[in-house]
């Protein structure tokens, strides 16, 4: 860059920031969600980034999140998907029947039989794409807008789930699948370090190999150093988070219950970190394999390309009508995933799970960055967006605002989200 | 401009085409062809019939009856992947871009180069992408940039490019020019002779009639859905060609 050393004073940031080549959106979010953070903790007297909260609003996050990864899919195809609550919901209760009913009662397989829990996730993942699938073949074989399908869907599967269950709540829910909820399941300090090496190692290899594979080319490349820079953030972040949730120390009565359960009498002093949860290890999985879909597959290319110009998809040969069953499938498929984390969270199947969930997981998706028009949407922004809703809704129940303020801030958010970023848009050229 | 010869066998035939949307006969007994190293324009007012006969060939409809022969072989199109494995390529009027994705991501949309674990190779298509720019439109720099940041000159070059990549034998332009500034059109003007002299065949659609007889050996008049006739340039005013479109019938021909 020639004009560098007579930019304006203001330019030194952007100029890093264009180096290390950051989507500005992302820093963005970043900053907005590290402002509600610090907000909260000076508001709450150092409540809020205690290890204990982090820790709550990981798992919180985690279900509304990895759905709304699958919500990018059918935004970014000019769909919507209003029934992923019900579907959560459904999925749930045929799990919850699953493991305490049928597999009992028709395979004779006991309570904490290691079949249970394999098998009962086979058939949740099964039903939530089975449904999701029939939602694609309404919407892209029959052409009943996506809208209606979804809005009957919202009835006709929370319905469903209350028919299959009589309305109970279903509790005595397979211990393995309970590993799956949060604090019942984590790694402990020892491995999660480990794990948080790996995906350092992870993420320095995949940038690593996008510069190699650029260089192949002859393309230019960002500097070393802010391919350095870039590194040490993320492994900072990551890192960071993992520390803080080996921070989170065990009960003392969870611990010696524990021991005592392996009868062995618990050390004077001892203590033990959680580590990262067992459904952050999912939602991170999820994360990953949607990012490799969206941008490294032909499945994301055309559901990108369809997004932006459905006709110019058809006329290069996409099947559309196949491509919006298959997205749709697996917009059902994380329902069903989320469904497991959600009913282990809570320990209990209960009637209302899910409940108003579509409305979230449209919202975290939106705030995302993704445009309903269609096109644009990333799988990180979904998951930033899930994060800074379940943020700011936990820490206004921390500072003791009403029940009403909460929502009507979440819902002024939402539409301030998505005017930001219509602003942003124009001021980038492109189409709003 | 070189006269091709029309020996052998044609490079496309459509023989009889008919198609019908709900009661209208868009396309009604339509016999065409085209031969190595030929320009073959078509003519008519809107609803005419051209862009639907030719989105036949394309693979965007399917044809009610009637036979199309690619070298003299009969191939049935029953979708664009059909048309693109018979070596057919088309430029569409709309472009057909998806304006969110950058200029290699469209170049290869529906034939992605991927790496060996199947994963999109997006440096390697941004390679080639590059290279074959280098030779459409040396100017074109942004590569990085969703299409819907670019002029509509840049815009047609990707959609040419996309066409020319695949080494296509057979390309269809449906009004390649109608959005492009002076300087544009002359590019793809030259970039349509470019072609011809490869020996592709080329179907080009367009309301330019003097442009058509610059550019096309021979000229194909549809009037509400039925071939009017087809001339060779050389044969023809531009006079005759307009009333061929407007009235249906050539003077010349109805005089001799």
Known sequence: MADTASAPPAAPRRALLEQMELDLRLVGMIAALVLIALGFHLVTDGRFLTPRNVFNLAIQTVSVAIMATGMVFIIVTRNIDLSVGSLLGVCSAVMAMTQTQWLPQMLGLGFGHPLVAPLTILVGLAAGTGIGALHGWLVGYQGIPSFIVTLGGLLVWRNIAWYLTG????????????????????????????????????????????RRSKRAHGFAVKPLWAEGLLIALLAAAILGFVAVLNAYQVPEARLRRTFELRGEIMPEGYTEGFGIPFSVLILIGVAVVMTVIARRTRFGRYIFATGGNPEAAALSGINTRALTVKVFALMGALCAISAVVAQARLTNHTNDLGTLDELRVIAAAVIGGTALAGGVGTIWGAILGALIMQSLQSGMAMVGVDAPFQNIVVGLVLVAAVFIDSVYRRRLGSRP | MTEPLRTGTPLVEMRDIRIA???????????????????????????????????????????????????????????????????????????????????????????????????????????ETRRIMARLNPNFRKFAVPVAALSGGQRQSVAIARAVYFNARILIMDEPTAALGVHETRMVADLIKELKAQGLGIFLISHDTREMMELCDRVSVMKNGRLVGTERVEDVTEDDILSMIILGKNPRREAA
């Open chain 1, 167 to 210: 309305g109970q709540t279903i509790g005595n829910l397979d211990p393995a699948i309970l590993l799956l909820g949060g604090t019942n399941g984590t790694l402990g300090e020892g491995l999660s370090w480990v794990a948080g090496l790996i995906a350092v190692a992870a993420a320095a290899w995949a940038l690593m190999a996008a």
């Open chain 2, 21 to 127: 949307f709900g009661g209208v006969q868009a396309v009604d007994g339509v016999s065409i062809d085209l031969w190595p190293g030929e320009v073959v324009g078509l003519l008519g007012h809107n609803g005419a019939g051209k862009s639907t006969l030719i989105k036949i060939l394309s693979g965007a409809y399917r044809a009610d009856s009637g036979e199309i022969r690619i070298n003299g072989e009969p191939v049935e199109i029953r979708s664009p992947r059909d048309a693109r494995a018979a070596g057919i390529e088309t430029i569409y009027q709309t472009l057909a871009l998806a304006d969110n994705l950058d200029a290699a991501s469209n170049l290869f949309l529906g034939r992605e180069l991927r790496d060996r674990l199947g994963f999109l190779d997006d440096a390697r298509m941004e390679a």
